[in-house]
């Protein structure tokens, strides 16, 4: 510690919202550049490189080979899949001094499909599976909590190649496979969700998400099945088609100042109340508008119909759209479409071809023959028993509505869905063809006929998965390391001012180093104990022993660091018990 380029903080970073970003600054881990963009220091590169190397051993536990892509790219592959495009403002982008455009890889699938194709031309030589751990850049726009999300963050990306759809199965199992091994040693309590697969389209596509309130992603479980996804990839199941021969006919009703649902359902309750039960917001059709941002800066509107008693999920509707941005629609917008009264906007002025020409899709739960109360297009009016499918068709449908706890599940007849937060550790997903075609990836069949390669993606973020852990594995004191990822087994602590036990101390670390275990000593001659204490406990090495007044008995005392267990041991066994200790 005399020598340790480390200097901890008492104080918490102003900046730092989350436990994890505040205890590595603090304890001297990692050290801001710029906004989302870290230096890694001694203690926190010795956590980051001990992540990465169990990544590194899974990967290659299954026969995935490691190569190493550049960060600086040129533009070239990324027009051949659009990318340079629809990745919009994610992509750092920048010119050589002869102009030419270069971009900083954001992720490599472009790199990866074009080094297979480089060297490979037969289904003989597949499947082959290529990883590498590098460096990653994403213009971020929200970077947060450390290096959490970052704007510069290191992830591992697999990529797995075969020529059939067996094939891209048996590579996606292994990958699974070995994610789950990488997350059961990195020691989190994670769960296996459903996922978008985004732009690309593909097929399967799962995140393993460490369980954490801090986290960014929602995701539901079944109370019942093992259903659990992501609430960006729930699919609400498009009820039955309801008969409508005996509904009575739409009518338009005056509803003064009933701008709102909760004034509209009220409004209804007194007007005109029904038989069976008071009238519900769920039965009111709102129709929301937006703007979609797409990446080559065009911008369409678009509205959403939705039961009135659920929110648009900007996440969920985003997932669908990606990688088109959403907006609200502002009465500016709002005003360049004539056909639209705010507060009453219906159907009947929404859809490609009614007069505001805006195309309209629904919630699924909005299904042919249901029946709904919305907006007359008119001021202060609305339409009572609107039948979808009779009275208007929708262009289509989008997943945009909240999820809530309580909805049924999609999967099983019984179970309902109860919701939890996330950190995304990792992504797994069935790209199929996509880049392959776009990029001109074939290799000859059996047959001797070319063939497109289909392909699979998988990362993990690894200086994410750093400070996940520190999420999970803290305490008011500061970090307590789980041992396979620990900067060092043991923290050997001396005190006071006796040369004794100084002395003794140097020889136990040494001891504890020549036994291969790996040890910080906190030497530092005029530090208080208190001091000492304070930093061995921020620091969260799992094991403390402490050097000192007990020295005169014999003893130095090992403290566990999660559990606060304190042993006494006798100075000349020290070194046999910490590596019983260490060794587990
Ligand atoms: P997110 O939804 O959190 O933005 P993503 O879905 O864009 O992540 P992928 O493209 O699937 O991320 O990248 C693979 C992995 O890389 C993620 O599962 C995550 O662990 C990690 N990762 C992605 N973006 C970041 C970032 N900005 N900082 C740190 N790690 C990241
Ligand atoms: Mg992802």
Redesign the pocket.
């Known amino acids: 510690m005399s020598s340790l380029f480390v200097r901890t903080l008492r104080e918490d970073p102003v900046d730092a919202e989350v436990p994890s970003h505040r205890l590595m600054v603090r304890a001297g881990y990692v050290r801001r550049a710029a906004p ?1 963009i870290y230096t890694w220091l001694p203690l926190g590169l010795r956590v980051l490189r001990k992540v990465e190397g169990i990544v590194r051993e899974e990967m290659d536990a299954i026969g995935a080979q490691e190569l190493s892509f550049p960060a600086l790219l040129p533009r070239e592959p990324y027009e051949a899949s659009n990318r340079w495009t629809t990745y919009g403002d994610g992509i750092f982008r920048l010119q050589d001094r002869k102009g030419g455009d270069y971009l900083l890889g ?2 490599h699938e472009e790199m990866f499909t074009l080094a297979v194709k480089d060297l490979y031309s037969s289904y003989k030589d597949l499947p082959v599976w290529l990883y590498q751990i590098q460096t ?1 850049y ?1 213009d ?1 726009a929200r ?1 947060r909590a450390g ?5 510069e ?5 697999s990529y797995s190649f075969d020529v059939t759809d067996e094939g891209l199965d048996r590579s996606y199992a292994a990958h699974r496979a070995a994610y789950v091994k990488t997350f059961d040693r990195l020691g989190f309590d994670y769960a296996i969700v459903k ?1 978008t697969s ?1 732009a690309m389209g593909g097929s399967r596509s799962e ?2 998400l460490a369980k954490a309130e801090v986290g ?2 929602t995701y539901v479980r079944c109370t019942n099945c093992d259903y659990a996804a992501n609430v960006e990839a729930v699919a609400v199941p498009t009820p039955a088609p309801v008969p409508y021969d005996d509904a009575p006919a739409a009518h338009a009703e005056q509803t003064p100042d009933t701008p709102t649902i909760a004034t509209l359902v009220a409004h209804l309750d007194e007007a005109f109340p029904r038989d069976d039960r008071p009238w519900q917001a769920g039965d009111t059709l709102k129709n929301v508008l937006v703007v979609l941002k797409h990446p080559d800066g065009t911008r369409e509107p678009l509205a959403i119909g939705l039961p009135g008693d659920r929110e648009v999920d900007q996440k969920r509707l985003e997932g669908q759209l990606e990688p088109i941005e959403v907006e609200p629609m502002d009465e500016e917008e709002l005003r360049k479409h004539p056909a639209l009264v705010k507060g009453y906007i219906g159907p009947g002025a929404l859809g490609e071809a009614s007069a505001s020409g805006i195309r309209y899709v629904v919630d699924p739960r909005v299904s042919e023959g249901t029946r709904w109360v919305t907006g007359a297009d008119v001021q202060g009016s609305h339409v009572l028993d609107l039948v979808v499918g009779r009275d208007f068709t929708p262009d289509g449908t989008i997943e945009a509505a909240e999820v809530r706890d309580g909805d049924a599940c999609p999967q099983c007849a019984d179970g309902t869905l109860e919701s939890a937060r996330g ?5 797994i ?1 069935q790209l199929g063809r996509w880049f392959a075609e776009a990029l001109d990836l074939r290799v000859l069949d059996e047959n001797g006929k070319l063939v497109t390669v289909t392909m699979g ?1 998988y ?7 750093v ?1 996940a852990i520190a999420e999970a594995n803290h305490d008011e004191l500061g970090l307590i390391w789980p041992r396979e990822v620990a900067p060092a087994a043991v923290h050997v602590v001396a005190t006071g001012k006796d040369a004794a036990v100084f002395e003794a101390a140097t020889t136990l670390a040494e001891g504890l180093s020549a036994r291969g275990v790996e040890v910080i000593y906190d030497d530092r001659p005029k530090v208080s104990p208190g001091v000492k204490f304070k930093d061995a406990e921020l620091i969260g090495v799992p094991t403390i022993v402490t050097v000192g007044r007990g020295l005169v008995d014999g003893n130095v005392e090992v403290k566990d660091r999660r559990t606060g267990e304190r042993t006494e041991v006798p100075v000349g066994e020290a070194v046999d018990h910490l590596v019983g200790v260490v060794r587990g």
């Open positions: 989302g954001p992720t990653k994403r971020e970077p290096v959490l999300r970052g704007r963050f290191i992830m591992k990306d996922a985004g995140e393993f960014e992603d950190i995304e550790m990792g992504h997903f993606s990362g993990i973020g690894v200086t994410r998965a400070a």
